[in-house]
């Protein structure tokens, strides 16, 4: 991952927003958000972190989404990343 200063999807400063939203006792990275917050809540997540299933659909739910051209998966944006650091 590489910063992108100034620009505001800049996926350093997304990762770090989505930390600081997270409780201090969360003993997961990626949890259920609550069911109510506010953008300017402090906490956006609860403690239970996402099943297996809820994380392997996130990428291709979102690609559906997003309507992208392709569906990826978890593992082509991998390997993706891979050969992008060799």
């Not at 800049?10 to 409780?23: F, I, Q, T």
């Not at 201090?24 to 906490?43: E, G, M, S, T, V």
């Amino acid at each position: 991952m590489f910063e992108e200063p100034g620009n505001p999807m800049c996926p350093v400063s997304s990762l770090e927003k989505y930390l600081s939203k997270l409780p201090p006792d969360a003993k997961a990275l990626y949890l259920h958000p609550k069911r109510r917050f506010d953008a300017n809540d402090k906490i956006w997540y609860s403690t239970v972190p996402l099943g297996i299933n809820q994380l392997s659909q996130m990428l291709p739910r979102m690609c559906k989404e997003a309507g992208t051209r392709s569906s990826y998966t978890n593992h082509s944006i991998r390997a993706t990343a891979i050969q992008k650091t060799v």
